[in-house]
């Protein structure tokens, strides 16, 4: 095979309601003083969606890191120099926890404080139009309802909830639009495509969940394998091929088809839910 061509990912959802969302994100814009840009805290370099990137390139931006609870201190110290490299502000949130988004609004004001400012002297009390965006599933919506502190959007632990925008007033002084998760056409890195798929960023019926399973151990244990030993009450030795340490976990969570076979499809369920849900520790991906 020619080594120079380019082999993008045979991981793949670009669904029709994500055109249409960027098409509605691209309309907005214009009315829009801030945007909330998303990422999942165990990938957030992963969750950098180029379409999103290159529609808000000339809109102040605050990246919000979020499921700060699923990483170590050290791995958002280092998340943290990187993003802060890129000129735009950072914060880190818990969104399930109460409060820990409010930061967001002060953050919102002080970016915006000259516009403010000249309202003010016009007598306009003016409120802050913030356009929330990210991949699938990072936590936009709820981000919204903990800022608002009411359960004014639709959240779910999967991706694809939210399917069209969605205005809502704080009384922090910033109105913000919920927009749908959007991805793009397609990953020229396949490292970035399992991330996605990993942190359930991808909807699960588009993927091979047993291959993807694989592919997570495969990708964690050289830096989690104590993670892997303990969660699932194995011991792993340093020369175990990934298949044998798969066939350890389906057999240590009864896996087991007629006949004493491994029963990957299950297994496969069991060990994405999960990292998915912060069970398995706290890992960083990229
Ligand atoms: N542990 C933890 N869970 C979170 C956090 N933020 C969101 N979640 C959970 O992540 C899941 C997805 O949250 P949503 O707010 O629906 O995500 P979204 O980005 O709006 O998803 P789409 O609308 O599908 O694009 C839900 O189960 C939330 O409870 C967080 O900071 N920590
Ligand atoms: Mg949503």
Not at 20 to 32: D, G
Not at 38 to 64: E, G, H, M, W
Not at 128 to 134: C, Q
Not at 254 to 270: A, F, M, T
Request: positive net charge; contains cysteine.
């Amino acid at each position: 095979m020619d080594n120079n061509i380019k082999k993008s990912s045979s991981i793949n959802w670009f669904p029709g309601h994500m055109t249409k969302a960027l098409r509605q994100m691209e309309k907005e814009l214009k009315n829009i003083d801030i945007v909330l840009y998303c990422l999942d805290a165990r990938a957030p370099f992963s969750c950098i969606n180029p379409k999103l990137t290159k529609l808000c390139q000339n809109k102040k931006i605050i990246y919000v890191v979020t499921k700060v609870d699923f990483v170590e201190e050290n791995d958002l110290k280092f998340v943290k120099n990187k993003l802060d490299s890129t000129n735009s502000k950072v914060v880190f949130v818990n969104a399930t926890k109460s409060n820990s988004c409010k930061q967001i609004f002060s953050l919102s004001k002080n970016l915006l404080s000259q516009k403010l400012q000249n309202k003010l002297d016009r007598g306009l009390n003016y409120q802050l139009k913030a356009m929330v965006v990210g991949v699938p599933n990072v936590g936009k919506s709820t981000i919204i309802n903990n800022l608002c502190k009411a359960s004014k959007t639709i959240t779910g632990n999967k991706p694809g909830v939210t399917r069209g925008k969605q205005w809502v007033m704080t009384e922090g002084g910033l109105n913000l639009l919920d927009t749908p998760g959007t991805l793009w056409p397609s990953f020229d890195d396949d490292k970035v495509a399992k991330n996605l798929a990993y942190i359930g960023s991808i909807k699960d019926e588009v993927l091979d969940l047993n291959d993807l399973a694989f592919n997570f151990l495969k990708d964690i244990l050289p830096k989690y394998k104590n993670l892997i030993e303990s969660r699932y009450n194995i011991n792993i030795k340093e020369d175990s091929e990934i298949l044998e340490i798969f066939d350890q976990v389906c057999l240590s969570r009864k896996c087991v088809l007629k006949g004493n076979e491994p029963d990957y499809d299950r297994c496969s369920k069991i060990i994405l839910d999960d990292f998915r849900k912060g069970r398995t520790g706290k890992i960083f991906l990229d």
